[in-house]
């Protein structure tokens, strides 16, 4: 008998071998770059606000750089984001489109509001693509021309297939691609790996700096955890300024919970996140239940939702389902994957209809009160943790 640990084997095939070959190749192809340093230095002239020398490199490689696919690395709170809008203000100065694409709706959406252009996510833009190349009618956000660059963010969440199709679609009419991410964060659902690959191979431009955090040491301690080193002063240094807390089971959803209704009684917005779903449902009943003990929540009327729960008017839900046919009343918008309601109505069949979404600031048009029905869109009954 032969002993192998478990996940000592890892397996592949020829298709997936086939695209990381052809997604390193793009890496070092050269093409005719889409903005001249000339017009990105007179675009960055004119730059507005703090922008350290490694946001001005990542923008400055985005636009100017001859390499067919290039990847911009960094932490969150690097100032990714802000070196994007440097690039799109620069793409758009030499005429060519900078295209945001996402791997979700919910990405897709923020992407857009802080780019100020209409973004995509990855699959929605390929169906769209493959209409066009069928001959077939397309809104004009979905061409493509030479010197377009199609920007793609959170990309260490994309599967190494679908960024190839998309390179493949972006070569072919003359664009270039980019790729955003931090490979150390959440990977793709499927097989993945691409942005790591690219960055090994010298195709990525990195930023190394944080300008998110206020605490002294809390950027450098937060780089350690991230590249998953082994220190102890880290551990230290959170337990030092109480970011660590332990206990048994019931003792941390009791801390967990009294420290998210301690902030709801002061009006502020906390998160919560919890391990397993049986523990989110849990703390979703208790949370319910300090709102229906608030008088905030009206028990009368009740709609089934998922788990076996039942969500009242006043609860807050979360819809958990993407539904591009369930348009927002007096908007564009689509009910999405964590778009946050409140209830507002339960109608005598079971469908809910909720008041505008708390996530609707991102939006380019603010939902109003559609009517999706509890049955689809399956939410946790109020603002207590989801996993």
Same mark, same amino acid.
């Given at each position: 008998m032969v002993y192998r640990p478990i996940g000592s084997q890892t397996y592949t095939t020829h298709t997936l071998l086939a695209a990381e070959s052809r997604? +390193?190749? #793009? %890496?070092? /192809?050269?093409?005719?770059?889409?903005?001249?340093?000339g017009t990105f230095a007179r675009v960055a002239a004119l730059h507005r606000g703090p922008m350290g020398p490694g946001q001005r490199a990542l #923008? !400055?490689?985005f636009a100017c750089s001859e390499q067919l696919l290039l990847a911009g690395l960094g932490p969150a709170g690097a100032g990714k984001t802000t070196a994007m809008r440097l690039v799109a203000r620069a793409v758009d100065a030499a005429g060519a489109r900078l295209i945001p694409l996402a791997p979700s709706s919910r990405a897709a959406i923020v992407l857009g509001h802080d780019l100020d252009r209409r973004a995509h996510t990855l699959h929605s833009w390929l169906h769209q693509r493959h209409r066009a190349a069928d001959a077939k009618p397309v809104a004009k956000d979905y061409r493509l021309r030479p010197g377009d660059v199609v920007l793609v963010d959170e990309a260490g969440m994309a599967g190494t297939l679908l960024l190839e199709r998309i390179l493949t679609d972006a070569a072919a009419a003359g664009a270039m691609v980019r790729l955003l991410g931090d490979p150390y964060q959440l990977a793709a659902v499927e097989a993945g790996g691409a942005l790591r690959l690219i960055s090994r191979a010298?195709?990525?431009?990195? +930023?190394?700096?944080?300008?998110? @955090?206020?605490v002294p040491g809390e950027a450098d301690a937060s780089l350690i955890l991230r590249d998953g080193e082994d220190n102890r002063?880290? @551990?230290?240094?959170?337990?030092?300024?109480?970011?660590?807390?332990?206990?048994?089971?019931?003792a941390?959803?009791?801390t967990v919970f009294n420290a998210w209704a301690k902030d709801q009684n002061k009006g502020l917005i906390s998160l919560v996140? #919890? !391990?397993?779903? !049986? /523990?989110?449902? %849990?703390?979703?009943?208790?949370?319910? %239940?300090h709102h229906i003990a608030a008088g905030t929540v009206d028990t009368r009327r009740a709609a089934p939702v998922r788990a076996g729960q039942h969500a009242h008017i006043g609860d807050i839900i979360v819809t958990r389902l993407n539904r591009r046919r369930l348009t927002v009343r007096g908007c564009r918008d689509f009910v999405k994957n964590g778009d946050t309601w409140t209830?507002?109505?339960i109608l005598p069949d079971g469908d809910v209809v909720p008041a505008t979404p708390s996530t609707a600031a991102v939006s380019a048009c603010p939902p109003t009160t559609p009517p999706?029905?509890?049955?689809? !869109?399956t939410p946790p009954p109020s603002t207590a943790p989801r996993a």
């Open positions: 997604l +390193l190749a #793009a %890496a070092r /192809t050269r093409v005719i770059p889409t903005v001249r340093r #923008a !400055a490689s010298g195709g990525a431009t990195e +930023l190394d700096q944080l300008h998110r @955090f206020r002063a880290v @551990f230290d240094w959170y337990r030092n300024k109480d970011r660590i807390v332990a206990g048994t089971y019931d941390m959803c009791d996140t #919890a !391990a397993d779903t !049986a /523990t989110v449902t %849990a703390l979703n009943l208790r949370a319910q %239940a209830v507002q109505k999706p029905s509890a049955s689809s !869109a």
